[in-house]
Nanobody, 122 residues
């Protein structure tokens, strides 16, 4: 079974930092983009960041560019999202995702994690 399992969500004050982890298992992802989406309360799921599982190819949504950093630890089969200078509008359930193509649409995602909640208070 292919699984993406997120962890690291929680409550943080605006301006603070949080690091999310995504543990990937069940297959090799060498030819996949790995990334993060988020879904805020009452909103549609939106793209946050992506990169090649093998490294490189980073791309960020404008809303998080300069604040969030996506990275990977292949030895641990883990993708990370370091979130700095968090804003209340970053509040959302964050989902790890994997896709074969360079998509920024949820429709292009092949595998999803179940999500981890990030709440940023003002």
């Amino acid at each position: 079974q292919v699984q993406l399992v997120e962890s690291g969500g929680g409550l943080v004050q605006a301006g603070g930092s949080l690091r999310l982890s995504c543990a990937a298992s069940g297959r090799t992802f060498n030819n996949y983009f790995m990334g993060w989406f988020r879904q805020a309360p009452g909103k549609e799921r939106e793209f946050v960041a992506r990169m090649w599982w093998s490294g490189g190819g980073t791309y960020y949504a404008d809303s998080v560019k300069g604040r969030f950093t996506i990275s990977r630890d292949k030895a641990k089969n883990t993708v990370l999202l370091q979130m700095n200078r968090l804003k209340p509008e970053d509040t959302a359930v964050y989902y790890c995702a994997a896709a074969r193509g360079a998509t920024v649409s949820p429709l292009g995602i092949e595998y999803w994690g179940k999500g981890t909640l990030v709440t940023v208070s003002s």
